[in-house]
């Protein structure tokens, strides 16, 4: 369907500009290996291949007819023999009651319905998705008449770059994702799902931790493998004397410290059945514990029990449900 001429449409874009003023919006970027650029300068690397939530509202409605709840879902994916990065394959947004979905393939869908070449620019109801090709770069927009914009580029194939524009209204506003709160602190841009702020866990095992708990299952983008990278990383930098190695590895012991033990009893053949690297989690707790120490043992406590919360998601991600005793026992008192 189309609601207007495209015309119409940019004049409307223009007068909107013209009213509302979008400047000082937000400018946020998933490009590379992925690297994520939140709205408040930061940088997160994390290389999962899985849909990740780069943006949101963190609640939805509002009376104020602007700020309309929307969701930025990313799906990631590592290149063939490549696993130890991943690209942007494909973009999903919850605008309002609308859905838009484009990948690297140069698809698109605007609530379910494959739109064609031939049919491009697509303009209904506010909304606009086109390609734009030139100067040797390819790219997939969909925009608003209120200067929400999501751009996929594809112009290197299987590796997508994406960037959300997202106007200054929602500043402040209550931002979740990747992208971080918007609320010119940098700072709690290191936060989990859960608002864990482990900004001083060193830069590996922080943004897997804040990157694995945004991820977010969606039946169209992850009817294909999910790998996560929190388990499988190569945690090798060691920040612990001996002795604090040896806490380390008791504060992790998920093999046979008793509440860990038996807290995780059930859940962990659900995992492993299901392919999930299970010790994986030994190693990046005690990295997490490591990287955390330098800053004290609350620090270093924190960063064993992230690792261990995000275990526990897990479990209940896959239909299983971890006791919570360990929590309590090992003093990981910022998850209550
Ligand atoms: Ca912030």
Not at 63 to 91: M, T
Not at 135 to 161: P, S
Not at 170 to 188: F, R, S, T, V
Not at 261 to 282: H, M, Q
Request: neutral net charge; proline residues 3%; contains cysteine.
């Amino acid at each position: 369907m189309r609601a207007w001429g495209s015309n119409a449409f940019l004049l409307l874009f223009v007068f909107a500009r013209t009213v509302y003023g979008f400047g000082g919006g937000c400018e946020c970027k998933a490009t590379g290996d992925p690297h994520y650029h939140t709205c408040d300068g930061v940088t997160l690397q994390y290389q999962g291949a899985c849909a990740y939530n780069l943006a949101s509202t963190c609640s939805h409605g509002s009376k104020d007819d602007r700020f309309i709840g929307f969701r930025i879902l990313i799906k990631n994916k590592h290149p063939i023999n490549q696993e130890d990065v991943s690209y942007a394959r494909a973009v999903k947004v919850d605008f309002g009651k609308r859905t838009i979905y484009m990948d690297t393939a140069g698809n698109f869908k605007v609530d379910g319905q494959v739109i064609h070449d031939g049919d491009l620019p697509y303009e209904s109801k506010r909304i606009i998705v086109n390609k734009h090709s030139e100067g040797g770069m390819e790219r997939l927009v969909f925009m608003t008449d209120l200067g929400f914009k999501v751009t996929l580029d594809i112009t290197r194939n299987e590796r997508g770059d994406v960037i959300a524009d997202i106007p200054p209204w929602y500043k402040n506003a209550g931002l979740c994702g990747l992208c971080g709160n918007w609320n010119d602190n940098p700072h709690d841009d290191y936060a989990t799902k859960d608002g864990t702020i482990v900004e001083n866990l060193s830069q590996p095992i922080r943004d897997a931790l804040i990157a694995d708990s945004l991820h977010q299952h969606d039946p169209e983008l992850d009817l294909q493998e999910c790998e996560e990278t929190l388990a499988n990383s190569p945690y090798t930098a060691n920040t612990c004397t001996d002795d604090q190695l040896q806490q380390a590895q008791k504060m992790c012991d998920l093999d046979n410290r008793k509440p860990l033990k038996k807290s995780f009893k059930s859940c962990r053949p659900v995992l492993e059945e299901d392919g999930i690297n299970y010790g994986g989690y030994i190693g990046a707790c005690e990295y997490a514990y490591c990287s955390g120490i330098g800053h004290g043992k609350s620090t270093a406590n924190l960063g064993a029990c992230t690792v261990l919360k995000s275990l526990s998601d897990q479990c209940t991600e896959h239909g299983s449900k971890a006791k919570k005793k360990w929590k309590k026992k090992l003093k990981c008192f910022h998850l209550f």
